[in-house]
């Protein structure tokens, strides 16, 4: 018996669960407080999202670096070492940071 909310307020119901299911793909802060405009991405749950540092991936609970197989907290503490299922998976399926920047380049 109990009760479990995730950090951003949703709360996990064992029967009925329609978070994420595959057919609905909205992050919990869309359907709580709705949509951005249109062309403005919400790319995280975490609005405006974490940014990334250079070559590394975001993988939920901190960053991934493939080089190392580190995955350190958001405060870049230490978590663990990626086996490698976790490396495999991150890199299929996690956000990675920019290789290029958007920024313009002077002209010379």
């Known amino acids: 018996q109990g009760k479990y909310t995730f950090a951003d307020g949703l709360e996990y119901e064992e029967e009925k669960w329609l978070y994420c299911d595959g057919y609905d793909r909205r992050f919990y802060t869309e359907i709580s407080s709705g949509f951005k405009p249109p062309g403005i991405a919400?790319?995280?749950?975490?609005?405006?999202?974490?940014?990334?540092?250079?070559?590394?991936?975001?993988?939920?609970?901190?960053?991934?670096?493939?080089?190392?197989?580190?995955v350190v907290d958001y405060k870049r503490k230490f978590l663990r070492n990626a086996d490698d299922d976790e490396h495999e998976w991150i890199l299929r399926t996690c956000r990675k940071a920019w290789d290029i920047t958007a920024e313009q380049q002077p002209k010379p």
């Open 42 to 70: 919400q790319l995280t749950n975490l609005d405006p999202p974490k940014i990334i540092p250079r070559g590394c991936y975001d993988c939920g609970d901190g960053f991934y670096n493939p080089k190392t197989r580190v």
